[in-house]
């Protein structure tokens, strides 16, 4: 049931704010300000390296992943995609442990990486969102995200799930590992539960803005998406996004990647849509900007009040956010990343919930 939403992918982005919260409120105590007991059910302490492995969306939330656990924890983690990583003949050597991102829990490539982990001893913890799954049953420590159903094929808010998950489980391996004092852990936690209060009102409040911006987005062939840090892995999710449920052509870069090479794609009929909160990195983004914008091509800056104040230059649209803890970026970003998507499918007349060539759960390799 839809509700009074046009398509599934449109109720799933506004079911966030609960479902977020939810999820949290499984691995951190809000009352007490503290991550729960049990949140890291792998031995984080004992560990000197992570791998985390995953398929498409589910792959970029690992990707923000290792940011948090090696900035945190100190614990250093390896990701790649499951199709590469089941056969790329990684030494499975020292005290390591897998962790496998899914919403299905059935993808094949990401089940036959955790097959293949299991059969060399190494400890499996799985994030996934169906509980009955086969990811689920086979993983020694499963890590759920409650975001319910999700029956768009384009993943939603199993992705800001995840990345509950995964930022619970980086603060519980600190933790762990005794990067963390009692002081930081409450603030982080705090930061978080502040966080998912305003996600609700976000959406309600950027919408109109990018329905106008997505109407022209629909006008164009190709997209460009740019950020830093966990912004990166959330532009390589903005392109996917856009290009599976609109089928425009989109990419996502890296921002200091851009003068080695897709910088000579700039003009004025490329978008360049830039991730950027005004954090520790915003300076560097900013300029990758005016490349950008010296070379004629339109921006589109998704960034704070603070963001918005440092750069002078002519956007295409600059959509605003409210200033947050740097944990809590990558889930509210992520929002209008979703909705740009959306609109801009909605404008191009798409089946938005029933993609072309797209299965919801890819079990076939
Ligand atoms: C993108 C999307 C896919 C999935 C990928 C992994 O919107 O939905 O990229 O994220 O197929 O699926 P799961 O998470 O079920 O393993």
Redesign the pocket.
């Known amino acids: 049931d839809k509700g009074n939403h046009r398509h599934f992918m449109e109720k799933e982005i506004y079911e966030q704010p609960e479902v977020v919260t939810h999820t949290l409120a499984h691995y951190i105590d809000f009352a007490k300000g503290e991550i729960r007991d049990g949140a890291d059910k792998l031995d984080f302490a004992a560990l000197d390296r992570l791998a985390i492995s995953?398929?498409?969306?589910?792959y970029y939330a690992g990707l923000i992943g290792k940011y948090w656990f090696e900035r945190y924890a100190r614990l250093p983690v390896e990701i790649d995609v499951a199709s590469e990583f089941r056969y790329r003949e990684m030494p499975l050597t020292g005290k390591m442990a897998a962790l496998f991102?899914?919403?299905?829990?059935?993808?094949a490539d990401?089940l036959a990486s955790l097959r293949y982990c299991k059969g060399e001893g190494v400890a499996i913890g799985a994030i996934v969102n169906v509980a009955e799954s086969t990811i689920a049953r086979e993983a020694d420590a499963v890590f759920p995200t409650l975001a319910g159903p999700e029956i768009g094929?384009?993943?939603t808010k199993?992705f800001t799930c995840q990345l509950a998950v995964l930022a619970s489980l980086a603060l519980a391996a600190a933790k762990a590992r005794g990067t963390l004092t009692r002081a930081q852990e409450s603030e982080m936690v705090q930061a978080l539960v502040e966080g998912r209060r305003i996600f609700g009102e976000v959406l309600r409040s950027v919408q109109p803005r990018i329905e106008r911006l997505s109407r022209e987005l629909s006008q164009y062939k190709d997209v460009l998406y740019l950020g830093r840090g966990t912004n990166y892995p959330l532009a390589l999710e903005g392109a996917?996004?856009l290009k599976?449920i609109s089928y425009i052509h989109a990419e996502g870069y890296a921002a200091g990647e851009l003068k080695h090479g897709p910088i000579a794609l700039i003009d004025e009929a490329m978008p360049v849509i830039v991730i950027a909160p005004h954090d520790k990195l915003f300076e560097k983004t900013a300029s990758n900007m005016q490349e950008v914008a010296a070379r004629g091509g339109r921006i589109i800056l998704i960034t704070d009040e603070k963001g918005a104040r440092a750069v002078s230059l002519k956007t295409m649209e600059t959509i605003i956010l409210p200033q947050v803890a740097d944990i809590v970026t990558p889930i509210l970003y992520a929002l209008p990343v979703q909705l740009i998507a959306y609109h801009t499918a909605v404008f191009m007349g798409t089946d938005v919930d029933q993609p072309r060539n797209l299965a919801k759960?890819?079990t076939v390799e």
């Open positions: 995953a398929c498409g969306t589910a991102v899914s919403q299905s829990g059935e993808t990401t094929v384009a993943s199993a996917l996004k599976e759960s890819v």
